[in-house]
């Protein structure tokens, strides 16, 4: 997909991001490396909102099962990419310049949530 003028602000994005990170139990925003990232309480991060390697557009870089990346980045590869440095750990970078389904953003973050989250906190989601 194209680049939008209308892409929303890295403010709004972050805004947006947070809502959907820190509804997840357990949840802490933090700096990793100058950026926003989300993380389970004594973990490591599971989500981080940085600028996309090659034109500075953001993009949220997430944790990915064994496979996801390499099935996201074939079927999608103007909306998903592999990332510098965490790239070769299964993580996916998500264009965010685009038109965004934020239930989409939701799922993709519950999913990396769930690879880092303790079963007591997986426990406690399914049973909102």
Do not use: I
């Not at 890295?10 to 805004?15: F, G, P, Q, V, W």
């Not at 925003?29 to 973990?43: C, D, I, K, T, Y």
């Not at 079927?75 to 970078?93: A, H, K, L, N, S």
């Amino acid at each position: 997909m194209p680049h939008s003028s209308r892409a929303p602000s890295e403010d709004a994005l972050l805004a947006r991001l947070r809502e959907v990170c820190l509804a997840l139990p357990g949840v802490e925003e933090r700096l990793n490396h100058g950026m926003p990232a989300f993380g389970v309480v004594g973990r490591a991060a599971f989500a981080n909102l940085h600028d996309h390697p090659r034109d500075g557009r953001p993009a949220l870089w997430f944790k990915g099962a064994p496979g996801v990346q390499a099935e996201l980045v074939e079927q999608e590869p103007d909306r998903f990419f592999v990332p510098p440095y965490v790239g070769p750990r299964g993580w996916v970078g998500m264009r965010l310049d685009v038109d965004l389904d934020w239930d989409e953003v939701a799922g993709v973050a519950e999913e990396a949530w769930r690879l880092t989250a303790p079963v007591r906190l997986v426990r406690e989601l399914e049973g909102r």
